[in-house]
């Protein structure tokens, strides 16, 4: 058990992954945590053993360590795939299960608990301890449920179990002290949902490590010279394969570039990565390759191997879920090729700072003809990712975001919890 400090506000924050789980959710709660050290805060994190990515990526772990002056607290849970529904179900459920009796008979007054939406209900534990005993939580929402659910088909629309997950999420959002959202279409999308008053909702936008990630140049990689990616100019999507993200888009644009000085560069893992597999077969793109998660420490190299980065939002899921990876692109100083609904916050930021080009989800054409622009001028290639590398600077660092999540956690706090250093009041929560 960790030491008691009473001169500090205390956090807990709970997710399912965490360091050094490949999970981009748990590298950042990472950062956040030890943000919050920084400014004074006790922090601890309760999560499970690497389980995320595929059986390879897993990493030998310690129950219970000290990380970067955050006390870590993993929970021993099935490690089923998480493509497989049964499997994902289990693994959430053996997280659930203990953590829920941990809250319910160990949790501090004293202490503000940060909930994600990883599992997709797990705020449901704050709610339920709350009404029993003092137990004060911040909601963070990274993807919403259950319209998530929905969109990918695991549940019907308007079914009963939408109905009751609902409910729940009524409930979850209601007993908060205040909700963290990653995007202005997901506050109102939470605000009309449950009728949450919107000053308790804020948005605080994901960042990327501004130490680590730089914009070197291509030529500078290691990632590029082993994978012969120096020459041609390349484009790349690092991150999860998965059932959210347009892929048909970007491999209609690499079949039109057959016969072009270009790469297609897929890096990641998820549920569409065998589908994907076989369409390059089939279309043979021999100018498009997959390679698996790159270790962490690696990816301030392969994220520069590109000349451009890929980000992109299948139809139906604004609102729902933002991708982060759009942050570490914005920090190599690459151009961001965006490929998303007609309205989206994605393409309102892109075009608004002219940090690259959006695309239509299914409009192969033009991300064809969008690529041949920035091959044919390296100027305003360069020029939209020095625009990014600014924009990146300016609003989604670390220390940007972690003075925001600092003011509301101490606002959720307990009346009388102490200020941390460099913070002389509870007051001031962000503007929303």
């Not at 705020?123 to 990274?142: E, N, P």
């Not at 590109?306 to 690459?334: M, N, Q």
């Not at 990146?392 to 925001?404: H, I, M, P, S």
């Amino acid at each position: 058990m960790p030491m008691r400090d009473s001169n500090k506000p205390r956090v807990l924050i709970l997710n399912q992954f965490y360091v050094p789980d490949v999970a981009s959710t748990g590298h950042l709660l990472h950062e956040l945590a030890t943000d919050l050290v920084r400014r004074g805060f006790f922090v601890e994190v309760d999560t499970s053993r690497p389980c995320y990515g595929p059986r390879e990526t897993w990493q030998p772990v310690e129950l219970r360590e000290w990380r970067d002056g955050v006390y870590v607290r993993r929970l021993i849970t099935t490690r089923f795939s998480k493509d497989r529904l049964p499997g994902r179900i289990l693994n959430f459920l053996t997280f659930m299960v203990p953590l829920t009796l941990r809250m319910l008979f160990l949790s501090r007054a004293d202490t503000v608990h940060l909930y994600t939406t990883n599992p997709p209900f797990l705020g449901i534990i704050g709610a339920l301890v709350s009404m029993v005993r003092r137990h004060r939580y911040v909601k963070l929402l990274h993807d919403a449920y259950p319209e998530m659910a929905v969109w990918v088909g695991t549940i019907r629309k308007r079914g009963v179990i939408e109905r009751v997950w609902h409910l729940v999420n009524k409930l979850i959002y209601r007993r908060a002290e205040h909700t963290i959202v990653l995007c202005e279409s997901a506050k109102r999308l939470v605000v009309s949902n449950y009728g949450i008053d919107p000053s308790r909702v804020h948005v605080i936008y994901n960042w990327a490590d501004a130490r680590e990630l730089t914009a070197k140049p291509k030529s500078e990689s290691n990632f590029a010279r082993t994978h012969g990616l120096i020459e041609p100019f390349t484009v790349m999507y690092s991150g999860n394969l998965g059932l959210y993200y347009d892929f048909e888009t970007l491999l209609g644009a690499a079949e039109r570039l057959k016969n072009e000085n270009f790469r297609l560069v897929l890096v990641g893992a998820g549920g569409r990565k065998t589908w994907i597999e076989e369409q390059i077969a089939k279309r043979g793109l021999k100018n498009t390759i997959v390679l698996p998660y790159q270790p962490f420490e690696k990816l301030p190299d392969s994220l520069t191997a590109c000349d451009a980065s890929l980000v992109t939002i299948a139809k139906g899921v604004e609102g729902i879920s933002f991708p982060s990876k759009l942050y570490s692109s914005l920090a190599v100083g690459r151009p961001i090729i965006a490929i998303s609904e007609e309205r989206s916050e994605l393409r309102e930021l892109v075009d608004e700072h002219d940090v690259g080009m959006w695309f239509k989800v299914g409009d192969a054409q033009g991300l064809a003809e969008g690529i041949r622009a920035l091959m044919s001028d390296p100027g305003m290639t360069q020029r939209k990712g020095r625009n990014a590398r600014a924009l990146f600077e300016r609003d989604f660092t670390l220390e940007a975001a972690g003075e925001k999540y600092a003011k509301v956690l101490l606002a959720a706090a307990p009346p009388g919890t102490p200020a941390p250093v460099g913070q002389d009041d509870r007051q001031g929560v962000p503007a929303t």
